[in-house]
């Protein structure tokens, strides 16, 4: 697998660079830009301490005991005990592809300079990820307020020689992790603790895996819809541009475009134009696939933007400014960007998933779609597609319930110093089983759609559509009569979630 090697500091992190951090290895250093900024934010932490002056988060207790100092002899200890004490993460381990992600965001934050850490501190995740070397960090535990605290604590836990890591597939212990990069556990210095387990990292890595999946079931739902339409010939006078204009929203514009354009040269569509078709208007799943599927794209673009502006962001707290010395406390750990983005990128997921299990339903009801029943030849002695499209509403009707907004909610923490949190983690973490779900769905009106088309041969869709269902039929055949179906089903739905269907979509989406 091919490395992406950049340098961070002089610009932010595109959504294009963050999703190849995501799909493979990274090798990342500094650029000269953001040395110079770290060690000036350094330096005015070092003054702080030097002129004995008591500042939250470099000489103090933290939360509801921020007004308790700690002498300068304790402060080494402070910080360990800090990510020690907060090291509370529980529930299945988080994705590799998702650790790195979170790393990376670390690495672009702290390399701003205002959280008055060390070079050599940002220069050790550098260094981890580079061996593709990444920490176990369990997957529940973070409100997404005052930061993504105890997922993070497991990251900075590694730094300082605690916890274990994986490398190639294989958990090692943190030390040997750090020996294999040349390094020894930190002593971490004020306030690199409380700044390396402080910020937004692991709700906006989370997110962001959430919108690159939702961006593969988009491009796949976009290409299905197509493939579905020709196999029930249906018209495409609803993708005609004049239509669309009228109203004016840019998602549905450029679906309609997209749509259109994917369905040219169509020898199925040219085979029922003119008076002898007897169809007057289709079913809302096919006619309305610009309105929904634009309004979705809308939304998508919409959280992508405050995804990718969070990326680059310094979200941890207090904030050091090197060319004032001051150092000021807010709030810029509240992941509340994040919550909002993931709960719009559950709404896109479950709206493509639910038009596209109508879509499925219709292809199998004879009386709709003018196909065999369920779609195969000696219906009754064979089921064909009947529980294939019950297991699409099965998944529909899960990603419903787990649609339901995380943001709106809020426990508060910390004995109540910290009383409005945003629940991003969670609303995140939920984005990668709704992608699946909704890419299985997706998958499966692909079979469909391709059995759809080949009852109709032997005219042929358009150019794309047929190597989409070349595709498809490398690696499921046709359903000629009952067989076991699961790996079919399975096969279809990692098609989708793998991204191999983006090309039909790439231009419309915002990591392209």
Not at 132 to 152: F, H, M, Q, R, T
Request: a negative charge.
């Amino acid at each position: 697998m091919s490395v992406t090697r950049f340098r961070i500091g002089d610009a932010p992190l595109s959504l294009s660079r963050l999703r190849a951090c995501w799909e493979g290895p990274v090798d990342i250093s500094l650029t000269a830009t953001a040395v110079d900024a770290v060690r000036a934010g350094r330096q005015a932490v070092s003054d702080i301490i030097d002129a004995g002056a008591t500042v939250y988060g470099i000489n103090t207790g933290f939360g509801l005991l921020a007004n308790t100092s700690i002498p300068r002899d304790q402060l080494e200890t402070l910080q360990r005990n800090l990510v020690l004490s907060h090291a509370c993460g529980v529930g299945e381990p988080l994705p590799d592809a998702v650790v790195r992600l979170m790393m990376v965001l670390k690495v672009a934050s702290l390399s701003r300079g205002a959280s008055g850490v060390r070079r050599e501190t940002i220069e050790l995740l550098c260094n981890l990820l580079k061996a593709e070397i990444y920490p176990i960090i369990p997957s529940k535990g973070s409100v997404g307020a005052s930061g993504d605290l105890a997922p993070l604590a497991h990251l900075a836990a590694v730094l300082i020689g605690v916890g274990e890591c994986r490398s190639d597939g294989v958990v090692i212990s943190a030390e040997a992790a750090l020996a294999r990069v040349g390094a020894s556990p930190l002593v971490l210095g004020a306030k690199e603790g409380l700044a390396l387990l402080n910020g937004t990292q692991a709700s906006c890595a989370m997110a962001l895996a959430g919108l690159f999946q939702t961006e593969n079931v988009f491009a796949a739902a976009i290409a299905a819809g197509v493939l579905s339409t020709d196999a029930v010939k249906g018209s495409d006078t609803p993708f005609d541009p004049r239509i669309h204009a009228l109203r004016g929203q840019p998602g549905q514009m450029d679906v309609a475009a997209a749509l259109l354009r994917l369905h040219a040269g169509s020898a199925i569509h040219a085979s029922h134009q003119g008076p002898e078709c007897t169809k007057v208007q289709d079913p809302y799943s096919f006619r309305c696939q610009p309105q929904v599927m634009g309004a979705a794209l809308d939304v998508v673009r919409t959280a992508a933007r405050m995804l990718e502006t969070e990326a680059s962001g310094v979200t941890d707290n207090p904030l050091v400014f090197a060319d004032t010395g001051e150092v000021l406390s807010g709030g810029n750990f509240h992941a509340e960007p994040v919550a909002f983005a993931a709960d719009m990128l559950a709404m896109a997921l479950c709206e493509i998933g639910n038009i596209s299990e109508r879509r499925t339903a219709i292809l199998v009801d004879p009386k709709m779609s003018g196909l065999p029943a369920f779609l195969v030849r000696e219906s009754g002695l064979n089921s064909g597609f009947m529980i294939a499209q019950v297991t699409a509403a099965a998944l529909v009707a899960e990603n419903r319930m787990l649609a339901h907004p995380a943001v709106v909610d809020t426990v508060p923490t910390s004995a109540n110093q910290e009383d409005h949190v945003s629940m991003a983690a969670h609303g995140a973490r939920r984005l990668a089983d709704m992608a699946a779900n909704a890419a299985t769905v997706v998958g499966i009106e692909l079979l469909a759609a391709a059995q759809g088309v080949e009852f109709q041969r032997p005219l042929t869709s358009s150019q794309p559509m047929e190597q989409l269902h070349a595709a498809l039929r490398a690696g499921a055949g046709p359903y000629e009569q009952d067989r076991y179906f699961a790996p079919d089903l399975a096969f279809a739905g990692a098609f989708v979630l793998s991204g191999q269907a983006l090309g039909y979509a790439k231009a419309l989406l915002p990591s392209a």
